[in-house]
C-alpha cells in the first residue's frame, strides 16, 4: 500500500512542499544556466561559449537530464496549476473591496501570472535554442548574437527575465517557508539571501538580452 | 410557608478532611458497562461545562452538549485573565489546603458552606495537574516550574497563570478534551443552541426545550440527568464584564419550574474596570486583579483636583488603600477594594472627566523594575487599557472604578451539586456554592473546574444510581406541552410591535439596578427598585419591538427573551437583597455598617443562604433559609487592617 | 461624526445578499466598532427595518465571536486588534466603511455578517487536543518545561479561532489556525506522544473542509488579532513532512 504516499501528494502540505522542492531544484538549475551563459561575457568572440555549449551537448546524461529537467518544470507548472485552482475554489464569492495589512505583496500575489509568463518565455527559448538544435550546435554564439540583437526578441527575454525575477523573489523565502526549514536565528538571513539571489539572477539573466541588444562583442 | 422543599445540603459528616472521601465511598455507583446507558444533557460550555462532558463522555455516558455561541470555544469563561488558585505551595509560603479552605471561608464573608469549600480546596491540585497534561502553556520559572502570582485576600502566592489569559487557556484545555469525545462519538456537540425551558417528569428533571438560533426551530432534548453550566447574571446590570450573550435565562426558568435560586443580591463588583466613557457603553472591561501586585491606587488629597494624574506630586496623593488596610494594602479583597473607590469618589475624589474613577498608578513599578519588566507581567493589559482609552498607562496611571463582575448567587445545590429538582445539576458560577457573599479572585476558575472535572462526575451517579430512572422520550406529552410555553411566548414578544428596542429596555433595568442594587444598598432604595422593574416589566411586555421572525437568526428575539427573564429575576434580586439587612461580602446595606463605614455582618440573624421558591411573577416569593455552620473557621468579623 | 456604511446584508444562507448602505449620524469617537453597530441598529429598529446581524460575545477581544472586513481588512485598519476592540477614532467624519462578513467556501454566510465557522471545530476535533483522561496526570511539576518553549507555546495557543487568518488570506487557507495548535502542542512535551497522529489528521480535515492552500503571503499573521507567529506554519509543515517520512503513521 503506498497510501501515505497518496495522502502526501494529495494534501495541500504535500503539494507545497513538493512545489517548494521542484522550485529550489530549478533555481539550482537557473544557477548553473547563468554561470554557463556568462561565458558569453568573454569578449573573445564567442570561443568560450561555444566550447563550454559543445562541452554541455556532448555530455553522455544530457538526454536524461534534459528529460528530468522537462519533469520539474511539468511538475512544478501541474502542482502550480492545481493549487491555484483549489485556491480560488476556497474563495467562491471574494470581497468588493479589497485591502491588507502589509505582509501580502506584488510578487506573493501573483505567483501565478508571473510562472504563465515564464512559461511562454520559456517555449519561446525553447523554440530559440533548443528545437532549432543544429543551427544552434553549429554555431552557438553567433546563434545567440543574432537571436538577441534583434530589439523584439530581446525585449521578449528581457520581460520574461523580470518576470522570472519577480516570481523568484518570493519562491526562495516561500518555499524554505514550505518545506519547514525555519529558525529565528537563519531564516532572516535566508530570507535576505532570496532576495539578493533574485536580484543577482535577474540581473545577470538580462545583461545578456541588454547586452546584445547594444551591440555586443561584434561591434 | 410550609415547605414541600426540606432543604438537605446532603453534606457528609465527620472531619472535614476526609468528608469528600468517605462521601464518594458512600454513593451509589454505576459500573462502567451501564454507564453508556445513560444520556446525560450538558447546558453551556464553559469552564464546569465543559470538564464536566468531557470527563462523563471520557466515563462512558452518552453526553448532549449544548452552547449558545457558535463554539464550544468561546463560552465565557475564556476571558477570565488573572488565574486559578491551588494550594500546591509550591513557593513554600505556608500555604496549604486548610489555608486556602481557610481564606476562601473568610474571603466569602462566612456566607458558603464548609464541606463544599474545604471539597473544593482539595481538589484545587488536582485541576493544575490536569490542565498541564493537556497541555495549557501556564507561566514558568527559568528552572522550568510553574510559576505563582498574589492575589486579593491570600497572603500566600498560590495563583497559577498563563499570561493575562489564564481563562482562554483553561478554557481551551477543557475544549479540547471535549474536542477528543467529540472526534469519539461520546459527545453530540449543538452549537448555536439556546435552552428555553426545562422539562420535568414526575418532578424530575429529564429533558430541555432548546431554540436553533440558525433555523429558529424548538428542539426537544431528553437525558437521565440535565447539567446547568449556563454561568451568571451580571447583565441583570446591563453593564458589566460579561460577554453580551450571558444571561440568567435557563437558570431562571428552571427557577420557575421549581428549583429554589439561592442568595441572588450576592454581587461580586470588581474594583480594576476601565470607566464608563458615555452613553453608548455596551460592555465593561475588566482588567486582572494582578494589576494590584504592583500598581498601587490612589486619588489626590484635594477634592476635585483638576490635574492630570501624572502631575499630582507625591505627597498630595492619598494611597487610601494602603492608608485604610495596612496588612493587605492594595490587595485586600475585591469587595473592600471597590467600596473603597466609590467611597473616595463619592466624597468628591473621584478623578477624570466623570470624576467616577481613581488611579491605578504603576510610576514605582516602572521606576523600581523598569518599563520592561513591568511590560513583560502586564503588556496585554495595559495595551487594552490604550486601545479603550487612548491613554498610554506607561506614562500617565490608569483611571479604574468597579463593574458588576461575577455573581455568587445562583441556583441551590446540595452538596451533589443537585438543585432542588432531582436530576438537575447546576455548575460553576450557575450555582451558589462555594463563594459565599464574595469570591476570592482566581477562584471562580478553580470552581467551575473543580464542578466539572472532579464533582460532577462523582455525585451525578448517586442520580442514576439512585433514582429508578424510566426511559423517556421526547414524544413525551410533557414535552409537547412545555415546547408549546415557549412558542407561546416566542410569539407574543414578536407580535408586541411596540416602539422601544429591547437594549433600552435592559439599559434602564441596567440603570436602576446599578443605583439601587449596586455597591450600596438601602431598604428605602431597594423598595423603590422593586417598583421601578415592575414598572419596567410592565412597559416591556406592552412596548417592546421585536422585528424579524422566529423562523430564522433573530438576535433581537433572542435578547429580547433573556431580557424578559431578567426583568423578572430582578425583583427576585431585589427583594432577596431587601430582606438580608447586614452587610456582608459584595452586599453592603448602608444600614449595616460601623463606624469606620466597613462592612457590618449580622451573624445572629443571617448566618444562612436564602433560598427563594417561586410563586408566579409578580407574587412573593418563598424564602428557605439553609442554615450555615462554622466548626472550622470560626465566625469572626473580617478585618484586612 | 457622520458615517456612510455599506453593509452586506443577507436574509439567510440561501438567499441571495447585497451591499446596503446607510448614512450613519452621531457617531462618538470613544465607541467601539460595534457599539457603532449597536447604534445603527436602534436606528434600523426605530424605522421598523430588521437591524444587522453580527457575531459578538465577549467584547474584549478574546472569545473570537467578532469579526468582518473593514473597507477589506479583516478586523479593520488596526493590527492586533478585534473588531470589537477597533474605535472609532480611527476614523473621521463622512468616512465610508465597507463592511463584509468573511468569504470562505468552509465559512459560509448564515446571515448579515455571520458566518459558520464549525468548520474550525472539526479541525480541532480531528487531533488539536491531548488524550489524557480526567484524573490520570502527575504532578504538574513532574515534567520541567523552560520556560522559553511554555512562552512560545502560550503564543501559538493564544489563538481564539476568529477566522481573520482565512478572511485576510487571498487564498483563504486555514493554515495559521490550524499550524497555532500543531505548533503549541509540538512546543510542549505533553504533545508529543500524538504530533505524528495530529499533524496528519488535522491537515486532512482542513483540506476536507475546502480551505486554500498556504503560498506564503503572510497576510495571515499579520492581520490576526493576536499576532500568532508566521513560523507556526513552517513547524506544521515540517511536522506533517517529518510524520509523513518518519514515522509510522499511514502504513
Redesign the interface.
Same mark, same amino acid.
Given at each position: 500500500m503506498l497510501s501515505w504516499i497518496e495522502r502526501f501528494v494529495s494534501s495541500s502540505v504535500g503539494r507545497k512542499a513538493l512545489m517548494a522542492l521542484t522550485g529550489l531544484m530549478l533555481i539550482g538549475f537557473l544557477i548553473a544556466h547563468l554561470a554557463g551563459n556568462l561565458s558569453l561575457f568573454a569578449g573573445d568572440g564567442g570561443t568560450a561559449f561555444d566550447a563550454y555549449a559543445h562541452a554541455i551537448s556532448s555530455l553522455p546524461i544530457l538526454p536524461i537530464a534534459e528529460v528530468a529537467l522537462a519533469l520539474l518544470f511539468l511538475g512544478h507548472i501541474y502542482l502550480a496549476v492545481k493549487t491555484t485552482r483549489e485556491n480560488r475554489r476556497a474563495r467562491p464569492q471574494g470581497y468588493s473591496v479589497t485591502g491588507t495589512h502589509g505582509e501580502k505583496s506584488f510578487a506573493s500575489k501573483t505567483m501565478f501570472p508571473t510562472g504563465v509568463v515564464i512559461l511562454a518565455f520559456l517555449i519561446k527559448h525553447l523554440w530559440d535554442f533548443r528545437l532549432q538544435k543544429e543551427a544552434f550546435e553549429e554555431a552557438p554564439y553567433a546563434s545567440v548574437q543574432q537571436a538577441l540583437s534583434d530589439p523584439l526578441t530581446a525585449s521578449v527575454y528581457m520581460l520574461g527575465i523580470l518576470a522570472l525575477g519577480i516570481h523568484l523573489s518570493h519562491a526562495f523565502g516561500s518555499a524554505l517557508q514550505s518545506l519547514g526549514a525555519n529558525h529565528p536565528k537563519y531564516t532572516p538571513a535566508l530570507r535576505a539571501i532570496g532576495k539578493v539571489l533574485a536580484v543577482a539572477l535577474t540581473l545577470g539573466f538580462i545583461s545578456i538580452p541588454i547586452y546584445f541588444w547594444l551591440g555586443g562583442s561584434s561591434s | 410557608m410550609s415547605s414541600q422543599f426540606k432543604l438537605d445540603s446532603a453534606c457528609p459528616s465527620g472531619p472535614i478532611e476526609s468528608r469528600w472521601d468517605n462521601h464518594r465511598f458512600e454513593m451509589k455507583q454505576v459500573n462502567p458497562a451501564n454507564k453508556r446507558k445513560f444520556k446525560i444533557l450538558v447546558v453551556g460550555t464553559g469552564l464546569a461545562g465543559g470538564?464536566a462532558a468531557?470527563?462523563l463522555a471520557?466515563l462512558g455516558y452518552n453526553v448532549t452538549s449544548l452552547c449558545i455561541?457558535?463554539? #464550544? /470555544?468561546?463560552a465565557?469563561s475564556?476571558?477570565a485573565q488573572g488565574g486559578i488558585n491551588a494550594a500546591?505551595n509550591?513557593p513554600n509560603d505556608g500555604d496549604s489546603i486548610y489555608r486556602l479552605f481557610y481564606d476562601t471561608v473568610k474571603g466569602g464573608d462566612f456566607r458558603a458552606r464548609e464541606s463544599n469549600v474545604y471539597r473544593l480546596a482539595q481538589v484545587s491540585n488536582?485541576i493544575?495537574?490536569?490542565?498541564?497534561?493537556?497541555?495549557? #502553556?501556564?507561566? /514558568?520559572?527559568?528552572?522550568? =516550574?510553574?510559576a505563582n502570582r498574589s492575589f486579593g485576600g491570600a497572603q500566600v502566592s498560590r495563583t497559577f497563570y498563563? /499570561?493575562g489569559?489564564t481563562g482562554?487557556?483553561l478554557l481551551?484545555g477543557a475544549?479540547?478534551?471535549m474536542? /477528543?469525545q467529540? =472526534?469519539a462519538g461520546k459527545i453530540d456537540?449543538r452549537?448555536r443552541r439556546e435552552m428555553l425551558d426545562l422539562v420535568t417528569i414526575d418532578g424530575v428533571a429529564r429533558g430541555v426545550i432548546c431554540r436553533n438560533l440558525?433555523t429558529g426551530e424548538l428542539e426537544r432534548y431528553a437525558a437521565d440527568a440535565v447539567l446547568l453550566c449556563t454561568g451568571g447574571y451580571g447583565n441583570v446590570f446591563y453593564l458589566s464584564?460579561n460577554?453580551?450573550?450571558s444571561n440568567v435565562t435557563a437558570s431562571w426558568r428552571a427557577h420557575k419550574r421549581g428549583a429554589l435560586f439561592a442568595n441572588p443580591c450576592f454581587t461580586q463588583i470588581h474594583p480594576t474596570c476601565i470607566p464608563v466613557?458615555?452613553d =453608548?457603553?455596551?460592555?465593561l472591561?475588566?482588567m486582572s486583579e494582578s494589576l494590584r501586585n504592583d500598581g498601587r491606587i490612589w486619588t489626590p488629597k484635594e477634592r476635585d483636583d483638576g490635574r492630570p494624574g501624572d502631575q499630582v506630586p507625591e505627597d498630595e496623593r492619598d494611597y487610601y488603600l494602603e492608608r485604610r488596610y495596612p496588612a493587605f494594602g492594595n490587595l485586600v479583597p475585591r469587595d473592600v477594594a471597590s467600596r473603597a473607590a466609590k467611597e473616595r469618589c463619592d466624597s468628591g475624589y473621584g478623578v477624570g472627566n466623570s470624576k467616577q474613577a481613581v488611579y491605578l498608578d504603576f510610576k514605582d513599578a516602572i521606576a523600581r523594575d523598569g518599563e520592561d519588566a513591568v511590560r513583560a507581567k502586564y503588556g496585554n493589559l495595559f =495595551?487594552?487599557y490604550e486601545?479603550?482609552t487612548?491613554e498610554n498607562p506607561y506614562q500617565r496611571p490608569m483611571r479604574i472604578f468597579p463593574a458588576v463582575h461575577y455573581t455568587m448567587g445562583g441556583l441551590w445545590v446540595d452538596y451533589n451539586l443537585q438543585s432542588t429538582i432531582p436530576g438537575l445539576f447546576v455548575l460553576g458560577e450557575a450555582n451558589f456554592s462555594d463563594h459565599g457573599a464574595n469570591r476570592l479572585g482566581a477562584s471562580a476558575l478553580m470552581q467551575g473546574l473543580s464542578d466539572g472535572?472532579?464533582v460532577i #462526575?462523582a455525585t451525578v451517579c448517586g442520580h442514576l444510581a439512585g433514582a429508578n430512572l424510566q426511559p423517556v422520550t421526547t414524544s413525551h406529552e410533557a414535552f409537547a406541552a412545555v415546547e408549546h410555553e415557549v412558542r407561546e411566548k416566542t410569539d407574543k414578544l414578536l407580535s408586541i410591535g411596540g416602539s422601544r428596542?429591547v437594549?433600552?429596555f435592559h439599559r434602564e433595568l441596567g440603570l436602576t439596578m446599578w443605583d439601587k442594587c449596586g455597591m450600596a444598598r438601602s431598604e428605602s432604595g431597594l423598595r423603590e427598585a422593586v417598583d421601578k422593574i415592575r414598572g419596567i416589566r410592565e412597559s416591556f411586555w406592552g412596548d417592546v419591538?421585536v422585528?424579524?421572525e422566529s423562523e430564522?437568526?433573530n438576535?433581537?428575539l433572542e435578547k429580547a427573551g433573556r431580557v424578559a427573564d431578567f426583568l423578572e429575576f430582578a425583583e427576585t434580586f431585589a427583594v432577596d437583597a431587601l430582606h438580608r439587612s447586614e452587610s456582608c461580602g459584595g452586599h453592603f446595606r448602608e444600614e449595616s455598617q460601623t463606624e469606620e463605614g466597613e462592612a457590618l455582618r449580622d451573624d445572629e440573624n443571617f448566618c444562612y443562604a436564602a433560598a427563594w421558591e417561586f410563586q408566579g411573577v409578580g407574587n412573593d416569593s418563598t424564602l428557605h433559609k439553609e442554615d450555615l455552620s462554622f466548626d472550622y473557621v470560626k465566625l469572626a468579623q473580617r478585618s484586612y487592617k | 461624526m457622520t458615517l456612510n456604511l455599506r453593509i452586506w446584508r443577507q436574509k439567510d444562507s440561501h438567499a441571495e445578499g447585497a451591499i446596503e448602505s446607510y448614512e450613519l449620524p452621531g457617531v462618538s469617537s470613544d465607541m467601539s466598532f460595534l457599539e457603532m453597530l449597536d447604534i445603527l441598529n436602534e436606528q434600523l429598529i426605530g424605522k421598523g427595518e430588521e437591524p444587522v446581524s453580527f457575531d459578538h460575545d465577549c467584547r474584549e477581544g478574546v472569545c473570537g465571536s467578532c469579526g468582518a472586513m473593514v473597507n477589506g481588512q479583516v478586523h479593520g485598519p488596526d493590527t492586533e486588534t478585534t473588531l470589537c476592540q477597533l474605535h472609532m477614532r480611527r476614523f473621521k467624519d463622512g468616512d465610508t466603511l465597507q463592511v463584509e462578513p468573511w468569504r470562505s467556501a468552509a465559512f459560509p454566510v448564515l446571515k448579515d455578517l455571520v458566518v459558520d465557522r464549525s468548520s474550525f471545530d472539526r479541525i480541532q476535533q480531528a487531533g488539536g487536543y491531548v488524550s489524557v483522561a480526567t484524573g490520570s496526570p502527575p504532578d504538574a511539576n513532574s515534567v520541567p518545561i523552560p520556560k522559553d518553549d511554555a512562552e512560545a507555546a502560550f503564543d501559538y495557543a493564544e489563538c481564539i479561532g476568529c477566522g481573520g487568518c482565512v478572511a485576510a488570506c487571498p487564498n483563504g487557507a486555514a493554515m495559521l489556525f490550524t499550524a497555532a495548535k500543531v505548533a503549541h502542542l509540538k512546543k510542549l512535551p505533553q504533545g508529543q506522544p500524538e504530533r505524528e497522529r495530529r499533524v496528519l489528521s488535522m491537515v486532512d480535515t482542513m483540506d476536507k473542509e475546502g480551505f486554500g492552500a498556504c503560498t506564503n503571503h503572510y497576510e495571515c499573521t499579520a492581520a490576526c488579532p493576536k499576532g500568532v507567529p508566521i513560523d507556526a506554519i513552517a513547524t506544521m509543515n515540517r511536522e506533517y513532512l517529518r510524520a509523513t517520512f518518519f514515522s509510522k503513521e499511514g502504513v
Open positions: - | 470538564s468531557a470527563t471520557e455561541q457558535d463554539s #464550544p /470555544r468561546r465565557h475564556i476571558a500546591k509550591y488536582n493544575i495537574d490536569q490542565a498541564n497534561a493537556q497541555g495549557v #502553556p501556564f507561566a /514558568r520559572e527559568y528552572g522550568g =516550574h510553574l498563563a /499570561r489569559a482562554q487557556q481551551l475544549y479540547s478534551a474536542n /477528543r467529540i =472526534h456537540m452549537t440558525i464584564t460577554a453580551k450573550a466613557s458615555g =453608548h457603553q455596551s460592555k472591561t475588566l =495595551h487594552m486601545k479603550i487612548d472535572y472532579f #462526575p428596542s437594549d433600552s419591538r422585528l424579524g430564522n437568526l438576535q433581537s | -
